[in-house]
């Protein structure tokens, strides 16, 4: 036994000082990557705590205040158009309980008067357009602006529609691609290997496990953007249904084991932009820069602005 620490403890401390120092200098082994724009203001559904979330209005809003990038969800119709939505199902936003997927275009009812902002509990939003928008009209409107299109389930017609409109409007290096699922961010890949997408929970967990077991010094990432909740934002202005996350030991820990500077300080001088959701008070947003956020994401582009405004220097530190 003591032959085998003999070679096992030099080993290992070797193997610990060469990953330490790799986390710090990530060139040596990996090309930065360089992404077409770099985005410290986004715009959660177009700013759904200012606007009704999703519509023409909430956009065009949120870009006359300042944002540098519209996040926004599609879905497609029965009849083949690519709607921007956050849900798939329109009874919260429009009280009707039916799927897009079996409406036609011109079925779609009206958004609410007002809605709830989902990440703010007991705050309501309003406006005058009620209409739900083309994700092609997004496009049209807003040729130079960085877009991230979350993709929700796998449909293989809508991700080659999707893809379609990002070639016809020759957007694909400031149009991301976002989904939570693997599976469906594999085929977003497929579909279009040309556009910059974000990790999605699966390989943000092996993400986590090659930082902390040391491997990820050596190991190639070809995501572009890091996006997570900001933990903080639990059971204050996002109440989860009840479950392990109204835990404030549970978040606490999420928390300690996600924000790790070094971690994030590795990724940024990899390239890799991170961006923290969905923050809509002002403590949530210093908070995330703090963190070591490059971007923010939040409901009130207003909100965000103002605080960019205010503090320029500290937030062009966090680049």
Not at 151 to 173: A, Q, W
Not at 175 to 187: D, G, Y
Not at 245 to 250: A, E, I, K, P, S
């Amino acid at each position: 036994m003591s032959s085998f620490m003999y070679y096992l403890l030099p080993a290992v401390g070797g193997y610990t000082i060469v990953s330490l120092y790799l986390l710090k200098n990530p060139h040596i082994l990996h090309k930065k990557k360089r992404t077409a724009f770099h985005c410290t203001h986004i715009s959660h559904r177009g700013g759904s705590g200012e606007r009704i979330e999703s519509t023409m209005e909430a956009f065009t809003h949120a870009v006359e205040v300042g944002t540098e990038m519209l996040e926004l969800d599609c879905h497609l119709t029965r009849d083949g158009h690519v709607i921007v939505s956050h849900d798939e199902n329109l009874l919260r936003q429009t009280g009707l309980d039916a799927n897009i997927a079996d409406l036609n275009l011109e079925e779609l009812p009206p958004y609410k008067e007002q809605l709830e902002v989902t990440f703010y509990t007991g705050h309501y939003s309003t406006g005058s357009d009620r209409k739900f928008v083309l994700l092609e009209d997004v496009f049209r409107k807003f040729p130079k602006m960085p877009v991230n299109i979350e993709v929700k389930e796998f449909n293989t017609e809508l991700i080659e529609k999707v893809s379609g409109l990002v070639k016809k409007y020759d957007r694909e290096d400031i149009t991301v691609w976002a989904s939570m699922e693997s599976t469906i961010m594999k085929e977003c890949c497929k579909v279009n290997s040309t556009m910059p997408y974000m990790f999605t929970v699966t390989r943000g967990i092996q993400l986590l496990l090659l930082y902390y077991t040391g491997l990820l010094p050596f190991v190639a990432l070809g995501e572009s953007f890091l996006q997570y909740y900001l933990p903080q934002i639990f059971n204050t202005t996002y109440i989860p249904e009840p479950g392990i996350l109204r835990n404030r030991w549970v978040i606490s820990l999420i928390q300690k084991l996600t924000l790790r500077k070094a971690l994030l300080q590795h990724l940024k001088d990899r390239g890799i932009q991170i961006h923290l959701f969905v923050c809509n008070e002002e403590r949530d947003i210093e908070a995330a820069f703090a963190a070591g956020a490059t971007g923010v994401m939040t409901d009130y582009p207003t909100l965000l602005a103002d605080y960019l405004r205010r503090h320029r220097q500290a937030t062009r530190l966090t680049r």
